[in-house]
């Protein structure tokens, strides 16, 4: 199947030509709107003049800067490009100017007449009118002051330009009016009120730079102030021991303290041991012997007593016998002595004890006493802390109190000092004033930009047009041979009572050509099928005119099948009634009374009858099969005219009995989508195509070769 469209890598420079050559009446036409539009500007455009103003800015930065600019803390720093640009562009500082100048709309828009020519003036003037009428009607009548002064200003904003070299600190204004005196006018008094700005901003920075100092001063000053009371709290009065004394004492007393704890511990565990001992034997001598116990006179006396008691109980033992009364007496009298010894013993242990609780007490109470010196020394060292951090607060804000003070009177000094900010280099003069060539760059513009957009649309217009003009689109689109162009001739219509053939020498040529293709290529094709999309595309005429050229050199027959409109039985007077095509199908007549001999053109022709109804259904016959293959075997060539191919499926019916088929096509007629389906439809019953024949072409310059190229060969 084909498809419809131009592919992208087919078009050429040619086809793109072809393509605008088709719609140069749009080109044409907007190259005319153009130039008008172009030449109105031309004549329309006033000059306009620019005056230009030079100023060299931060000098003092330049010259080693201000002490003021140079303050890390201070509100004296100097101000970017970008900044100085946006305050001359300010409406305020051009308001200002406004004001000096008495400015207003009127002046800033007061146009100089340029010199029209006279043949062109009343035009100008008529569309002038027209435009000020228009204007006036879509204006608002009233006003507000402080809307003109708006304005105004913005106008001015649109006429001024600025740039800047920010390596050498130069800004350069400037201003384009339609007047040289005001252009250079306007420029000075924007740049003399820069300056003045600048001056305020100076003074007005100072003025800050030294009320922060000032502030700064006092701050500091109540800060030390501050401090030193703080100071005074932490080191107490003038008779108070030094901190430093006091942790002294502290460490000492904590180290002697730390040692008594320490030495009583260790005799607490000792006598712990002992006491543990004691508690575990029953042996006086054993107990006697613990350094727990301390030997008295009592305990000693009680001791020999005893031994005395034993000695005498041994004696009396081996006297006496143990159940002597003198015996039990001795007995008796030992156990009470030792009985004694033991509560001597135990008065002794009661008063170690009490003296053992009495120490536990004094170590509980060192160690309380040693936690508390701990805690003491701790805010000791906390308060020498803080001392030393507000010793040292104390020192800072007295050398930044004494550093701010001799900032603020280098300041006061140097703020009596005129600092030169900004400084204008060059005036504008009015002999410098440049006069600008605007009105012929635009006319130029309008002119240039014109004409793509004209040739820009007429090859849009070109390419969205889905009609077919030439031979190279035609072949693109329908890969077919175009066997010929026929270029437009006068109407073919009769005049008088018979059609009127063309005479043209270039339709007959191409004429020519086409039966020499069709003897040369296409000599076994003896029926050939001529078709169209639509009506009124040229079908009949060249139907008639390639069977009067055939006719020259060969046994020629023209069939019309087109029943509904009967182009060429009408065209060539058959009479009405006669018999035809519909008739020999029906078998109501012979072929010898149907066919009418055409003896002046030298071609046969067979009508459509008289049988006009389902003509669909006759073409589709056998009998139709059988009539053709009859009259071929008396006819070297048969031209088939058929009905349209895209209204009428008859000439389909036809084509699939033809040897070949011819397709004509309208120069800017015959759309490209109807012919791609006519042809899909074709191919779809294997019709053979044979080519395409293109009609209504514009052939003037190759008329013109032609009839040189005659009249040279006749001389």
């Known amino acids: 199947m084909r498809e419809q469209g131009i592919n992208n890598d087919e078009i050429n420079l040619l086809e793109i030509f072809s393509i605008i050559n088709n719609k140069k009446w749009m080109f044409f036409i907007l190259i005319l709107i153009t130039s008008f539009i172009s030449s109105y500007i031309y004549y329309e455009t006033p000059e306009t003049y620019t005056s230009s103003v030079n100023i060299q800015v931060n000098l003092n930065k330049k010259n080693g800067g201000s002490i003021l600019d140079e303050l890390s803390f201070g509100v004296g720093r100097s101000n970017s490009f970008g900044s100085e640009l946006e305050l001359i562009k300010s409406r305020n500082l051009l308001s200002n100017v406004v004001d000096v100048l008495k400015l207003n709309k009127d002046i800033l828009e007061e146009k100089q007449k340029n010199h029209i020519p006279d043949y062109i003036k009343t035009t100008l003037s008529s569309i002038n009118s027209v435009l000020s009428k228009f204007n006036k009607s879509i204006s608002i009548n009233e006003i507000k002051e402080d809307y003109i002064e708006i304005r105004t200003t913005k106008k001015l904003q649109g006429m001024l330009s600025i740039s800047y070299s920010e390596s050498g600190g130069f800004i350069t204004i400037s201003i384009t009016s339609y007047n040289a005196e005001l252009s250079k006018n306007i420029v000075n008094t924007i740049a003399n009120t820069y300056i003045q700005y600048k001056d305020r901003e100076v003074d007005l920075s100072e003025e800050k730079t030294l009320n922060w100092l000032s ?50 511990k260790e005799k607490l565990n000792i006598e712990e041991v002992y006491f543990k001992k004691i508690k575990e034997t029953k042996d006086t001598n054993i107990i006697l012997d613990s350094p727990l116990i ?3 006179n009592e305990i000693e006396r009680t001791k020999g007593l005893i031994s005395s008691s034993e000695t005498k109980l041994l004696e009396a033992s081996f006297k006496y016998g143990p159940k002597h009364p003198n015996y039990k007496i001795l007995n008796k009298n030992l156990e009470n002595e030792k009985n004694k010894l033991k509560t001597q013993i135990e008065n002794q242990l009661n008063i170690k004890k009490s003296i053992f609780e009495v120490e536990k007490k004094k170590l509980k109470t060192l160690q309380q006493s040693l936690t508390e010196i701990k805690l003491e020394l701790k805010k000791l060292n906390q308060s020498e802390d803080i001392y030393l951090d507000k010793l040292r607060e104390v020192e800072s804000y007295r050398n930044l109190y004494n550093m701010t003070l001799k900032r603020f009177q280098e300041s006061q000094s140097i703020s009596k000092i005129k600092s030169e900010v900004a400084r204008v280099l060059d005036y504008a003069l009015l002999i410098d004033v440049k006069k600008n060539n605007n009105r012929y760059i635009k006319s130029m513009l309008t002119l240039l930009v014109g004409g793509i957009i004209s040739l820009f649309f007429s090859l849009l217009l070109g390419l969205l047009d889905q009609k077919i003009y030439n031979k ?21 219509l009769n005049t008088s009572d018979s059609f009127q053939f063309s005479t043209d020498k270039i339709y007959l040529e191409s004429l020519y050509r086409l039966r020499t293709q069709l003897r040369s290529i296409h000599k076994d094709k003896k029926i050939i099928s ?30 019309d099948i087109d029943f509904r409109r009967q182009s060429i039985t009408s065209i060539l007077n058959i009479p009405k009634g006669k ?11 012979k072929f010898s009374q ?12 067979l009508g459509v009858g008289n049988f006009l109804d389902h003509p669909n259904y006759l073409l589709s016959s056998p009998m139709m099969k059988q009539s053709l293959d009859h009259l071929s075997k008396y006819y070297d060539r048969i031209i088939i005219e058929t009905p349209p191919a895209q209204i009428f499926s008859d000439a389909e019916s036809v084509s699939k009995l033809s040897d070949g088929l011819i397709i004509i096509v309208k120069s800017g007629h015959t759309r490209k989508k109807e012919l791609i389906e006519i042809i899909n439809n074709f191919e779809m019953l294997k019709v053979d195509i044979l080519g395409t024949i293109l009609t209504k072409i514009n052939f003037s310059s190759q008329k013109k070769h032609y009839n040189k190229y005659i009249q040279e060969k006749i001389a």
């Open 530 to 559: 001529i078709a169209s999309t639509n009506a009124k595309e040229g079908k009949s005429t060249t139907a008639l005119h390639l069977a009067k050229a055939l006719s020259e050199v060969e046994k020629t027959l023209l069939i």
């Open 594 to 605: 149907a066919i009418t001999k055409n003896y002046k053109e030298g071609f046969d022709v």
């Open 294 to 296: 301390n030997t008295t």
């Open 215 to 264: 502030g700064e001063l006092r701050n500091i000053k109540n800060d030390i102030l501050r401090s030193e009371s703080e100071l005074k709290s932490l080191s107490g009065s003038n008779d108070s021991p030094n901190i430093k004394i006091m942790m002294g004492l502290k460490e000492d007393e904590l180290n002697t303290l730390s040692h008594d704890i320490k030495r009583l």
């Open 472 to 492: 190279s689109s035609l072949e693109n689109i329908t890969n077919l041979a175009v066997l010929t162009a026929l270029p437009k001739t006068p109407s073919s």
């Open 579 to 589: 018999p035809g095509l519909s008739d020999i199908i029906m078998k109501k007549s």
